[in-house]
């Protein structure tokens, strides 16, 4: 075993599974990719007690960590209890400041609480929440990458993006974010890399420019 490999660790968005990242391709001679995948929280968990329970699948140290969309803010909180060289947060928030509106509205009418049954067993409706677009002709894909639709995980994943507080940017993060993002519209501001063309499933569309730049990044 190469002990020079640096490992990667990657966290997909909500409701999806780590296979958003099968196009992610590092130098094998450099580079060690592991997928995490969402847990069935506690019902009553906190974001922090998440974090800290996710680092227990985190198997090396002074790793790099990559999280999208929900798992962009996850990651955040989790390099709170990690050794992590790079932090990469990919098609997020860097703060509840640049949630939309709609985000902050269901926060003040709690109406996340009663979305996540809506959501439950409705691909399309999913599709639009967790990726920002509808489904149409790509329901095979969006089956393929949205399995994780228990509702306990989709009342709490839904109630933590919307009532996240973080005020400040994490210091040592790596933002990327696309410029024609529509779940997270207001996030290339500020300490970020723009993709150009970047929607916000652009970890699956634009795989090439991370496969191209993730390298330089990481050892930059």
């Known amino acids: 075993m190469n002990s020079d490999l640096t490992h990667v660790y990657l966290m997909p968005g909500m409701a999806a599974n780590p296979s958003i990242f099968e196009y992610i391709k590092l130098p094998e001679d450099k580079f060690a990719i592991h997928w995490l995948e969402w847990q069935i929280p506690n019902k009553t968990e906190t974001l922090e007690d998440y974090a800290k329970r996710m680092c227990e699948f985190i198997k090396h140290d002074n790793i790099v960590l990559l999280g999208v969309s929900f798992g962009g803010v996850l990651v955040q909180e989790m390099s ?13 928030v860097k703060t509840h400041y640049e949630l939309p509106k709609r985000l902050k509205l269901l926060k003040i009418t709690k109406a996340y ?16 929440y967790a990726f920002g677009e509808t489904v149409k002709k790509r329901v095979d894909l969006y089956k393929k990458y949205l399995s994780v639709n228990d509702k306990t995980y989709l009342d709490w994943a839904i ?3 919307v009532c996240w507080e973080q005020e400040e940017a994490h210091a040592e993060a790596i933002y990327i974010h696309g410029d024609k993002d529509a779940i997270f519209p207001y996030s290339c501001g500020g300490n970020c890399i723009v993709v150009k063309g970047g929607t916000h499933i652009m970890i699956i569309n634009k795989y090439k420019w991370f496969n191209e730049n993730l390298p330089k990044l990481i050892e930059d």
Do not use: C, E, R
């Open 80 to 92: 709170k209890y990690l050794k992590v060289k790079k932090l990469f947060v990919v098609s997020s």
């Open 113 to 128: 609480k009663i979305l996540p049954t809506q959501l439950v067993g409705n691909i399309d409706l999913l599709a639009k």
């Open 159 to 161: 109630k933590q993006m």
